[in-house]
């Protein structure tokens, strides 16, 4: 989950070629039921949130790039 994040339970069953896809989400349920109790908690919710963070900044770059080229192909297209 620290690679591919919290959310995206397919592509962790994809990186765990011998898990089914059922195993993944029943060990993600397990998981978020107790990881209140592992000792290195706080470390293992800074892993995971990192690939999130990571996604949410792809996410608003791409935004910005597609609003820039928008903005271009705008200005373009009305001052000819």
Not at 20 to 47: A, P, R, T, Y
């Amino acid at each position: 989950m620290a690679k591919h994040g919290t959310e995206d339970l397919e592509q962790v069953a994809q990186a765990l070629k011998k898990k089914q896809m059922e195993e993944v989400v029943g060990f993600s349920q397990v998981f978020w039921m107790k990881c209140h109790e592992l000792f290195n908690f706080e470390d293992i919710m800074k892993k995971l949130k990192k690939p999130n963070l990571v996604q949410e900044r792809r996410k608003a770059q791409q935004d910005i790039l597609e609003l820039k080229v928008f903005e271009h192909t705008y200005a373009c297209h009305h001052h000819s």
